[in-house]
Structures are given as C-alpha cells and as structure tokens.
C-alpha cells in the first residue's frame, strides 16, 4: 500500500484497463456499465454489465459509455471509472485515493474530447492527470525503442479505433487513426447474417464467430460454425452454419480501411526513417492483432515485415503505466 497512488489507464471502447506501477494489470474489464433507466443507479459494471447485455429486464440497460475510443457518454463514464478505481483498491490493495492518472487518448480525438476524459479523471479526485497519445503509449508497452531515433511504426487495431503511429525521439512523426475497429468488424457479421439468412444474431455471438472463424487472409483453410440466433420471419430461434470465407468477405471492406489507414501513414513518414521501417518493420497491437491471418495479410501487403506485440491486447495499458515514471522523470529533469 501507497499513500500516493500512480495508475495508468487504457480507457478503451471495448475493454478498460488500469495498470498500477507496483503491481502492473490490476484490471481488465469491458467498457460497459448497466443502469437502471428508473433510478439512474449504476447496477453493474465491467464483466458483470457485460454478461448482461441482452438479457436484462426492461429497467435495466447496459451502456457503452465509450464510442470510438472517446467519451460518449460523460456521466455514466465517470461513474464506471469510480465503480472500477474502487474495485481496484479492495482487490489489489492499493491507495487510490488522489492518485496520479495517465490516460491514453486516441490521436485523431478533439480538444473537446480530450477535455471530457481529463475531466472525467479528475472527477475521481485524481491528485494529476496526463494524457498521452494512443500510438505512443501502445510503442512503448510493445518494447519498441520509442526514445532513440529510429521509425518505431506501431498499429493499434482497438475496438473503437485503429490508430497507426510512426514514433521517433519519443515523439510521433506521423499518425493517422480510423474509426474502424473490433466493433465494426461485429457489426459487419451482424448485417451479413441478416442479410443472408434472415437471421438476427447479438453482439456477443458475432464477437465469437470473428474470434473463432475470422479470418484476415483471404486464402486459408475453410473452417465452419454453428450459431443461434433470432429468425426474423417467424420470430423463433434458429441455428444456422456459416463459414469462415464468408465472415472474410463481410469483414474485408473494414479490413481494406485499416490497411489504406497504414498506407497513408507510411507515405507521411520522412524519408531517413522509410529504411527502418523496412529493416525492423511494423508492430502490431490491441485486440485486432489477433485476428487469425492479419500478420501475413499485413506483410504481403505492405512488403515490410509485420511484428505481434508481446502482449497486444495490454500494450496500450502497460504502456501508460511505464510513460508515467517517464513523465516523472522529465519532470525532476525540468525542475
């Protein structure tokens, strides 16, 4: 136990994590919370509102707070943050009480929105709070030698985003983000199944069908899937099989977004640093990056080698905590 806590936050639309310097992942729950609509209570948050998600009375609703990796609903954000920060003290065992916070933002996000997660924060009773970019939070957790002067190109495919940043001297080069991520992808497999089988399925089956039969290569090993939803004529469940060509072909245009996203990232990138990237390539991170196939598709693509992050889906998370003694640092520096 610490009297004066220091937590880093990956504030993700799917999934938020909080990394503690003492402890490291201390949390990694969804980004949902479940309110009652009559009180405006807070009934669930993280795994327990996730379970919920379709199967609540009428009263109970749960929320994504967060769309596109930034706040889209402010209130219910700041109360999940206070619901999870408390989690984390009773759990793990440590002092949150004004903590100092860095949080990621992703990099396209608007002064606007910048400001509602610092205020989000801060309503916490956080002691400091520090943003930092996306991209560079997800290089430095990915070990990439952010500090030294060489191309560092880090893809972070999130639910809500798909940032793409070239990193140098601590610093980005170049960065572009698209509103295309884990969550598009199952929203593309919910419109296909409708489309073609009549059949209406819910978040959590389509998240399970792109984990178990997605695909980011067109050419691999054909495998198939039993799934149960909702037949939109007669209104009575349905179990239908679908392959995993399919779910590629309903997933690609996404995919196609993500992949122009790194193109016109790479075209920005100066020159000097254009023959690093070939020589130590580009490392990709978030949820995403475990799409089956996406590492050679990228590669064939792009003609420059493609590198999974040790921990994809907690770069991000573990990268906020280590910018923090970062941050510190540079601060006993400019004293």
């Known amino acids: 136990?610490?009297?004066?806590?220091?937590?880093?936050?990956?504030?993700?639309?799917?999934?938020?994590?909080?990394?503690?310097?003492?402890?490291?992942?201390?949390?990694?729950?969804?980004?949902v919370v479940a309110i009652d609509i009559h009180t405006k209570q807070v009934v669930a948050v993280g795994t327990e509102a996730k379970e919920m998600i379709g199967k609540t009375p009428r009263n109970i609703i749960p929320i994504r707070p967060l769309r596109d990796g930034v706040i889209a609903d402010y209130d219910v954000t700041a109360q999940m943050l206070k619901a999870l920060l408390k989690k984390v003290s009773k759990k793990a065992g440590i002092s949150t009480r004004k903590p100092t916070v860095i949080v990621c933002t992703p990099s396209g996000s608007t002064s606007v929105e910048r400001r509602a997660i610092h205020n989000a924060v801060t309503s916490y009773g956080a002691k400091q709070v520090h943003l930092i970019e996306e991209p560079v939070a997800a290089a430095i957790g990915a070990d990439l030698p952010v500090d030294e002067p060489i191309a560092n190109v880090v893809v972070d495919i999130g639910g809500g985003t798909s940032e793409v940043g070239i990193i140098s001297f601590g610093?980005?080069?170049?960065?572009?983000?698209?509103?295309?991520?884990?969550?598009?992808?199952?929203?593309?497999?919910?419109?296909?199944?409708?489309?073609?089988?009549?059949?209406?399925?819910?978040?959590?089956t389509a998240e399970n069908i792109k984990m178990e039969i997605g695909y980011a290569h067109p050419n691999h090993k054909e495998v198939t899937m039993e799934?149960?939803?909702?037949?939109?004529?007669?209104?009575?469940?349905?179990?239908?099989?679908?392959?995993?060509?399919?779910?590629?072909?309903?997933?690609?245009?996404s995919l196609e977004q993500i992949l122009d996203t790194v193109r016109a990232t790479l075209e920005e990138c100066p020159p000097e640093l254009s023959g690093d990237i070939v020589n130590h390539g580009i490392v990709i991170t978030g949820g995403g990056a475990l799409l089956k196939g996406i590492q050679e598709w990228l590669a064939n693509e792009l003609n420059v080698p493609v590198h999974l992050a040790p921990?994809?889906?907690?770069?991000?998370?573990?990268?906020?905590?280590?910018?923090l003694q970062m941050i510190n640092k540079l601060e006993k520096a400019a004293k």
């Open 1 to 31: 136990m610490f009297s004066n806590a220091e937590i880093g936050i990956d504030l993700g639309t799917a999934n938020i994590l909080i990394y503690s310097k003492s402890k490291g992942i201390v949390l990694n729950e969804p980004s």
């Open 171 to 204: 610093g980005i080069v170049a960065c572009n983000s698209v509103r295309v991520g884990g969550d598009k992808l199952d929203e593309e497999i919910i419109q296909h199944i409708r489309k073609h089988y009549n059949v209406l399925i819910g978040e959590r």
């Open 227 to 253: 799934i149960r939803g909702r037949d939109m004529v007669t209104g009575l469940p349905q179990t239908i099989t679908v392959t995993s060509k399919e779910i590629y072909t309903a997933i690609k245009e």
């Open 311 to 323: 921990n994809p889906l907690e770069s991000v998370a573990i990268g906020t905590g280590r910018a």
